[in-house]
């Protein structure tokens, strides 16, 4: 089946300091990525769409400046957290789909900001 | 803005037993996924519902979508430890997918 990498699984960083994290699906163009932020025994809570090559649209809320999304390629997306503070501490998971096709996760990455 | 409405939020049974979770919303949706996570990994895709009314199985879980294409429900027969995990639905929209709110399934030996 379909498979999306997320690198990396777990980062701790100091606060002040930029983390990136990478999403890549191996076997298949993705057309659409999702960023998701998860809180721990809660649902996904979509942070933002992108589309190759376009810039993404952000969901309400989320501050565009501080968790910047790159979608440069069909098989490459990342996400960076800007200047990160212990609140920005999360799972974050990507999603990639080809088309309409349903979507197929990474397995997540546990940021933890100190 | 949440629009899928799954219940119930926390089950916590026996092995052996019966379990039906429902997902609910006011809008309606193209396609609906239902994903099982376990701590710490991400969503695995368990099936995907098209037509209004359609029923799925996959061994011990069946999967219905309601006739107006709105609402869901999976039902587990004979719950096993392995089955304990956190399951969403997921609503597909034009280029959206909305989560439901998740039910967290504990299932004791």
Not at chain 1, 88 to 113: M, Q, W
Not at chain 2, 56 to 68: C, S, V, W, Y
Request: proline share 4%.
């Amino acid at each position: 089946g379909a498979v999306v990498s997320q690198h990396p699984s777990r980062v701790i960083c100091k606060s002040g300091t930029s983390v990136k994290i990478e999403c890549r699906s191996l076997d298949f163009q993705a057309t659409t990525m999702f960023w998701y932020r998860q809180f721990p025994k809660q649902s996904l809570m979509l942070m933002a769409t992108s589309n190759e090559g376009s810039k993404a649209t952000y969901e309400q809320g989320v501050e565009k400046d501080k968790f910047l999304i790159n979608h440069a390629s069909l098989t490459l997306s990342t996400l960076t957290v800007t200047s990160a503070h212990p609140e920005d501490s999360s799972f974050y998971i990507c999603s990639a789909r080809e088309a309409a096709s349903p979507l197929h996760f990474g397995n997540g990455t546990r940021l933890t900001v100190t | 803005t949440q629009l899928l409405e799954q219940s119930p939020q926390f089950l916590s049974i026996q092995e052996g037993e019966n379990l039906t979770v429902y997902c609910n919303s006011s809008s309606v949706f193209s396609s609906l996924q239902w994903y099982r996570q376990e701590p710490g990994e991400g969503p695995v895709l368990l099936v995907t519902v098209v037509t209004g009314g359609e029923v799925k199985k996959l061994k011990r879980l069946t999967f219905q979508f309601g006739d107006a294409r709105k609402d869901s429900s999976l039902h587990i027969t004979a719950a096993q430890p392995g089955d304990t995990g956190l399951y969403l639905c997921a609503g597909s929209g034009y280029q959206k997918v909305t989560f439901g709110t998740g039910t967290k399934l504990q299932v004791i030996p």
